[in-house]
T-cell receptor, first 115, second 118 residues
């Protein structure tokens, strides 16, 4: 079974609008962390936001927020007020356990912001 | 934020040659580094976990004799693609965890190395 599932291969959003990128995960480990990364065409992986499994509140970082629904095992990324520079691939990822554990990535969602 | 560099950024080599890619944590110590491979329009696939001072842990299906990993210091890990072939052409990305940091256990990624084997 896939540990990280991103069901949206591609998304379009109008500039200044909000967009939600979906991510569901599968783990039996009670301790895990969820990440979102942005990968522009240059290839670098840019960390956006992190949510720990024991965190009580949804993570927020500027225009990025993570809609964490633990019971549903979903960790959707919400980008508010989209900008042209947000056009990129977005990857959801999960680390199971604590410490120096490997991170598993989803297949990604290509977001295109339309002027 | 912590910075991870990779060298070279891109490399073109002939089939049969070996290529070494360096991953450095510039402003922090990393006892563990990870090597990923990304084919065009695909996700990152973990190849191996590199541990300072010990042997790397390879993912299933990754040939350890072909992809040699050395993590000789807390700031440097190297990936050597031996006897490279065109099917090894890919984007190789490393990441490192800050040994001294707490909180998110965030992995910091290098900018990647694009390998093309002719």
């Amino acid at each position: 079974a896939q540990k990280i599932t991103q069901t949206q291969p591609g998304m379009f959003v109008q500039e200044k609008e909000a967009v939600t990128l979906d991510c569901t995960y599968d783990t039996s480990d009670p301790s895990y962390g969820l990440f979102w990364y942005k990968q522009p065409s240059s290839g670098e992986m840019i960390f956006l936001i992190y949510q720990g499994s024991y965190d009580q509140q949804n993570a927020t970082e500027g225009r990025y927020s993570l809609n964490f629904q633990k019971a549903r095992k979903s960790a959707n990324l919400v980008i508010s007020a989209s900008q042209l520079g947000d056009s990129a691939m977005y990857f959801c990822a999960m680390r199971e356990g604590r410490g120096y554990q490997k991170v598993t990535f989803g297949t990604g969602t290509k977001l295109q912001v339309i002027p | 934020g912590a910075v991870v560099s990779q060298h070279p950024s891109w490399v073109i080599c002939k089939s049969g040659t070996s290529v070494k890619i360096e991953c450095r944590s510039l402003d922090f110590q990393a006892t563990t580094m990870f090597w990923y491979r990304q084919f065009p329009k695909q996700s990152l696939m973990l190849m191996a976990t590199s541990n300072e001072g010990s042997k790397a842990t390879y993912e299933q299906g990754v040939e350890k004799d072909k992809f040699l990993i050395n993590h000789a210091s807390l700031t440097l890990s190297t990936l050597t693609v031996t006897s490279a072939h065109p099917e090894d052409s890919s984007f190789y990305i490393c990441s490192a965890q800050n040994a001294g940091a707490s909180g998110s256990d965030e992995q910091f990624f290098g900018p990647g190395t694009r390998l093309t084997v002719l």
